[in-house]
């Protein structure tokens, strides 16, 4: 599995697209949490403009192909650090914090 820290960079959102670009952002980490990619997506509450994915895939190279997919990926409007991982432990309540 992999967690991804993404990151925007303000300043090379064109003007007057910002709202376009997110939109086409949430449909794209839509389909991929619906297809069961990711696992779980999300915003950082102490960082603007920045978020988590975890990611389901069997390589990085997969997780690259999915992350090529973002809207923001194509003219590096975003970072995104991928990190490779095993989970140990998964809590059983764990989808109890949807929102938290």
């Not at 991804?4 to 910002?18: H, V, W, Y």
């Not at 192909?65 to 973002?70: G, T």
């Not at 991928?82 to 140990?88: D, E, I, L, N, Q």
Request: charged share 30%; net charge negative; hydrophobic share 45%.
């Amino acid at each position: 599995m992999f967690i991804i820290n993404q990151t925007l960079k303000a300043e090379k959102i064109p003007a007057g697209k910002g709202e376009e670009l997110f939109q086409k952002h949430v449909a794209w980490f839509t389909r991929h949490f619906e297809q069961g990619n990711f696992l779980l997506v999300g915003p950082y509450t102490d960082k603007e403009m920045a978020g988590i994915m975890i990611c389901n895939a069997e390589s990085r190279e997969a997780v690259e192909d999915i992350l090529k997919e973002d809207v923001y990926y194509a003219d590096g409007i975003a970072d995104y650090e991928v990190r490779s991982f095993k989970a140990g432990k998964i809590a059983a309540n764990f989808a109890d914090f949807v929102g938290k």
